[in-house]
């Protein structure tokens, strides 16, 4: 399937028919398998796979959901940046008002229900907008998808100030204009420390350390399920609305029963944020503007290829005095 650089052939993928299929676009992967009996990690690790091979080139998806089809048992497999969550494998011919149900809630879901964040335009075909306290920001590219799947953690964009921005609302140090270009940078920050990486750049500032970016503006991110404005969206919160939260039946998950392991993942997180490998996060946008020179500004090819052979140099020279101390 085209879209990513690695070979890969998924069986059967759910995707909007109105787009060009490819890696970009599905929502999630139906893995089928017929052999002898897998073993709950052999499951684990294929959705696992397939569930990367989503979040490593979507930079608006927060949360996916795969399926497993093993001769006549369905594996449903949840995964965000805070940890998994798979569910006990049921048989589609026992069940198959179940079945009909899976298929049914990935066919009618929106694209919140889907884990997709709502602020961003979904078409990596055209251009993006993001709307960010005050200013519209015009996606140009993205630069940079992690693609851990544990503690998933980094999305940088980079773009520039729209038309429509309201510059009166930024802080006046950043003395933006229309069109300028910006670095958007959403991390997923532990909830444990909450250190964000624009506090980190502040304190930098303040200090008078130099080469330190201008930060333009630092927010939570606002879940998508709600518009009260108090509430930051994250890995518990998602969970929370989803029913994957503690609750009186300590599975809250409808029809399907959890696994054990999944069940005794759940239980612990109330006990403590890192147990069974559990670790609630919460995004945080930043924009900054960019530390580079544009290409357009060397005056000749010739000017900037002595940029890279120098830094060739500099990097071979402190090699070998790594080597000589």
Request: with cysteine; hydrophobic share 40%.
């Amino acid at each position: 399937m085209p879209g990513v650089g690695l070979s890969n052939r998924p069986d059967i993928v759910c995707a909007d028919m109105h787009k060009p299929i490819d890696c970009r676009n599905i929502r999630t992967i139906l893995e089928l398998k017929s052999g002898n009996n897998m073993t709950p990690n052999e499951i684990f690790q294929s959705c696992v796979q397939r569930a990367r091979l989503i979040f490593s080139t979507q930079d608006t998806c927060h949360f996916v959901v795969v399926l497993l089809l093993h001769q006549y048992k369905l594996t449903v497999a949840f995964f965000d940046p805070g940890g998994s969550i798979v569910f006990q494998p049921f048989d589609i011919c026992a069940h198959p008002d179940l079945f009909v149900g899976v298929v049914l809630a990935f066919a009618c879901a929106d694209l919140t229900g889907l884990g997709y964040a709502t602020s961003l335009s979904d078409e990596p075909w055209i251009d993006q907008l993001l709307l960010f306290h005050g200013l519209q920001l015009q996606i140009r590219f993205t630069t940079f998808i992690s693609d851990y799947m544990h503690g998933r953690s980094t999305v940088i964009w980079l773009g520039k100030v729209g038309k429509i921005s309201d510059l009166s609302e930024v802080r006046q140090q950043a003395n933006l204009k229309v069109d300028q270009p910006v670095v958007i940078k959403t991390s997923w920050v532990d909830n444990a420390s909450m250190l964000t990486e624009g506090t980190v750049l502040a304190l930098l500032t303040q200090k008078g350390v130099q080469g330190v970016p201008t930060l333009i503006y630092e927010d939570f991110v606002p879940p998508p399920f709600t518009d009260d404005g108090v509430s930051s969206d994250g890995t518990a919160y998602t969970r929370a609305k989803l029913g994957l939260s503690v609750g009186d039946d300590n599975d809250g998950c409808g029809a399907i029963s959890l696994s054990k392991e999944a069940t005794k993942a759940i239980q612990a997180m109330a006990v403590g944020p890192h147990v069974e490998g559990f670790a609630p996060c919460t995004p945080v946008q930043m924009v900054t503007k960019p530390w580079a020179m544009p290409l357009t500004q060397f005056r000749s090819a010739c000017e900037l290829l002595g940029i890279f052979v120098d830094m060739l140099n500099g990097e071979l020279y402190f090699e070998y005095l790594l080597t000589v101390l």
